[in-house]
C-alpha cells in the first residue's frame, strides 16, 4: 500500500526548498554588484526583479509552511530534487528578462544547463551579453558544481542531521570529515583555493596574450568556473577556442581534470596522503579511458588528415576529448567540425569519453570512474571465479581512499545507476533519431545533456523542438543528480495522487 | 544561519597556517599528474602523424 504523505511532510519539504531558493537570491546579489560596476542599469533592473521573487518564494514558503520537524530520508531526496526544479524556474528570470533568450523555456534550458555544470545553451547573441549576466550564468555553473544544497548546508542550514539526507540527495554521498558541514566547508576550501590560482594564472596569461586588465580579470574567472565546474560555459560563443592559445589551453586543462576529481581524493591528497593520486580506483580509470578515447580520436584524425602536424593533432583531439570525459564541455572547434571534419570515429571515441565522464563526489557528471573500475574488478572476479578450483575463494577490493573489499551489494548498486545512464543516453538518442536527426549525431547530443557534459554537435539550438528541449532539461536533472531523488520526487508525487 | 554547536572541534583548523604546505604540495601533485596525462596524450599524437 503507497501510503499518502502527511501534512507534516509538505510542510518540511516546502520549508527547506525555501531555504534553498533564499541561498538563490542571495546568490544573485553577486552578479547585481557586477551590473552595477558596469552600470548596466537594465540588468541591474532585471537582478533586482529575480531577487525580489526569489526572496518572496522562499521567505513566502517558509513563513506560511513553518515547522521545527527535522528530515528524514525520502524527504532529502524530495528536497534536493524539487529545490533544483524551482531554483531553475527563478534563476531563469535574469535570462529572460535580459532579452537574449526566445521563450522561458530556453532560459529554464540555460539555466538547468548552469546548475548541472552542462554547458548546452540557447542564449541567442551570447558575444553582447552583459557582464552582469555573464557573471550570472558562470556563477550558477560554480555554484552547481558545489551543489546548491551544499551551499544552503554551508551557510543556511540549522543542523546536520537532515543537512545530509539533502546532500547525499544531490549525488554526493562522501564525508570528508566525519561532520556534514566540515565536509561542505572542505569541499569550499579546495573549491576556493583552485578559485584563487587558476584564476591568476588565466589572468596572467590573459594579460600576456594582450587583453585589458579587466577583460583578462573577468574572462580568466568565468573560464576559471567554467572550467573548475566541469560546466563549460565561457563569455565568448566560440568557447575558449576565441583565445587561440596554447598556454591558455594547457591551464584550463590543469584547472578542468582537477575540478572532475572526487573530493574525498583531492581532500586526500591535500592532506598528506599524495600517493593516493595514484593509487584511487577512480584516477585509474580516468587515466586508462582518457587515454584510450584519445589514442582513438588521435589515430583515427592523423589517418584522416584533418591536422596538418603533431601539435595541431593534439591540441585539437587532446582538449576536446579530455573536456569530454571530464564532462566540461570546453571546445577549441566549431560545434559541426565533430561531424564535418571529426566524422563518425571521432564523434563515437567523444561520445564514448563523454558517457563514462568524470569521478564520483566531484563537479562532473556521467556514469562515474568509480563505477567503470568497479565493474571492471567485478568482471575480472568472475574470470578468475571460473578457471579457479571450485573450492577457492576469490575475493578482490578497490582502492578509494582506503581498501574497499568488493561484495555484490556495490556491484549491483554500480550497475543499477550504469544501466540507468545508459537507458537515458539510448532514450534521448532515440528521440532525436525520431526527431529527424542523424542517429550518432542524436546520441552524441544525448549523451552530452546526459552526462552533463555540453559539447554540441549542431544539434542543440534555438530552433530545435521544444519537446526535444524539455527532454534535454530532464536528462541534464536526471543524471546531475544521479536519478535517485529525482525518482523519490516522482515516487512522492505519485504518494500524494494516489496514496491512503 | 549555522548553528555552531554542531560543529566539531576539528573544523576552525581547516584554515589554519600549518596545514598550507600540505595543501600546495597537494595542488602541485594533482597538476603534475594532469601534466603526465597531457604529455602522454602529447607522445600519442607525435606517433600518430609518425604512422600517417
Redesign the interface.
Known sequence: MIVRPRREDHLVIATYTGKVIVGVGLLMLIPLAVSVAFAEWDTVVDFVISIAACMVFGFGVQYFFKTDKDLKWSHGLVVAAGSWIVATALGALPHFLSGHEGSYLDAMFDVMSGYTTTGLYLLQDLDHVSNGLNMWRHLLTYAGGQGIVVIALTFLFKGTAGAYKVYVGEGKDERLLPNVIQTARAIWLVSLVYLVVGTAALFAAGWWLGQGPARAFFHALWVFMGAWSTGGFAPQSYNTMWFHSLLYEVIAVVIFIAGSFNFAMHWAVWTGNRKEIVRNVETISFAITLTATTLIGTFWLGKIGVYSNAMSLFRKAFYNIASGHTTTGFSTIYSRAFVTQWGPIGLIATTIAMAIGASACSTGGGIKGIRMGVITKAFIQDIRRMVSPESAVVRAKYHHVRDVWLDDAVVRTAMTITIAYLSMYAIGAIVGALYGYDFVQAAFESVSAGSNTGLSCGVTSPLMPAVMKVMYILQQWLGRLEFMSVFALFGYGFAVLRGR | ???RS???E??PT??AHE?WG??S???I???L???A??L???G???I??A??
Open positions: 544561519m549555522v548553528d554542531n560543529l566539531e576539528g573544523y581547516l584554515t596545514h600540505r595543501y604540495a597537494g595542488m601533485t594533482e597538476a599528474f594532469i601534466l596525462l597531457t602522454i596524450a602529447f600519442l599524437a607525435v600518430a602523424m604512422i600517417w
